[in-house]
């Protein structure tokens, strides 16, 4: 397995605003994945990251609103730009371990 | 891409009942499917997992059986206890760190 930590834990921003979201892992790991989670919804992939590459987004996701950095095996950060009140979710980094998927405890943001 | 469903949306059962979730996947290509676990405002945790060349997994409590040709997968919770109340995800990847899709949730919700 994995240990993850999240970094803030939760946050309260305006709107038109940018937050930075930290991941770090107890182990150097290859992927490291950034999900959304809507109130009441399932997890939703914003993209994978792999160090030393840019970036890889799913549809409906782009660089421009949600930067990814990679610099090393343990950590990654994701931004989330020119915030809107519909960007209010929970923000999880996940690792994969041997094929399954660990989760970091996720970072609530609300936009006001 | 894969597409996951999940059925119900929504379970109650009385304490020391079963509980059955289904999910069907998409992709013939898919060979890994966990079940995760995510209590309220926690992260979701890895509880049960099978690959394709498996037809049943048990661990106490809980099992899980997939049909490959059917394209379907199923959690099976016995003797079910209130701490299980949760929200359940099934998800299914073809693994090689290619991404993981989640099915829609199940609230699972045992009656003391």
């Known amino acids: 397995s994995a240990v993850i930590s999240q970094k803030p834990s939760r946050d309260i921003c305006q709107r038109g605003t940018s937050l930075t979201i930290q991941c770090q892992v107890d182990?150097?790991?290859?992927?490291m994945f950034w999900y959304r989670q809507q109130p009441g919804q399932s997890l939703t992939l914003i993209a994978t990251?792999?160090?030393?590459?840019?970036?890889?987004?799913e549809s409906g996701f782009v660089i421009d609103k949600f930067p990814i950095s990679r610099p090393n095996l343990t950590f990654s950060t994701l931004t989330v730009s020119n915030m809107s009140p519909e960007d209010s979710s929970i923000y999880l980094c996940?690792?994969?371990?041997?094929?399954?998927?660990?989760f970091g405890p996720g970072t609530r943001l609300l936009v006001l | 891409g894969e597409n996951v469903e999940q059925h119900p949306s929504t379970l109650s059962v009385q304490e020391g009942d079963s509980a059955v979730i289904k999910c069907t996947y998409s992709?013939?290509?898919?060979?890994?499917f966990p079940w995760y676990k995510q209590e309220l405002g926690k992260r979701p945790q890895l509880i049960i997992d099978?690959?394709?060349?498996?037809g049943e997994k048990k661990d106490q409590r809980i099992a899980v059986t997939l049909n490959k040709t059917a394209k379907h997968f199923s959690l099976h919770i016995t003797e079910t206890q209130p701490e299980d109340s949760a929200v359940y995800f099934c998800?299914?990847?073809?693994?090689?760190?290619?991404?993981?899709?989640f099915g829609t949730g199940t609230k699972l919700q045992v009656i003391p």
């Open positions: 996940s690792v994969d371990v041997q094929e399954t998927q660990y």
């Open positions: 182990s150097q790991v290859t992927m």
């Open positions: 990251a792999n160090q030393g590459s840019e970036a890889t987004y």
């Open positions: 992709d013939s290509a898919s060979n890994y």
């Open positions: 099978i690959r394709s060349n498996v």
């Open positions: 998800a299914a990847t073809p693994g090689g760190y290619q991404k993981v899709t």
